[in-house]
């Protein structure tokens, strides 16, 4: 009877999705800090796109 509940392709029983759960969700000060990276890093690109074009715009 387990035979019929197992995968086709590997043989094996799949394994569940874990269900949503707010309270064990990521903390707003996780959330703050992962914010805080990725603007600073989005300004990082931003600043170096435009020294490239300055320095573009010199040298020709």
Do not use: E, Y
């Amino acid at each position: 009877m387990t035979a019929d509940k197992r995968h086709t392709q590997t043989g094996s029983t799949l394994k569940r999705r874990p269900r949503f759960n707010p309270k064990r969700g990521p903390r707003p000060s996780v959330l703050a800090r992962a914010n805080r990276t990725v603007a600073w890093g989005a300004s990082l690109v931003i600043a170096a796109f435009l020294l490239i074009v300055t320095v573009n715009a010199l040298v020709h």
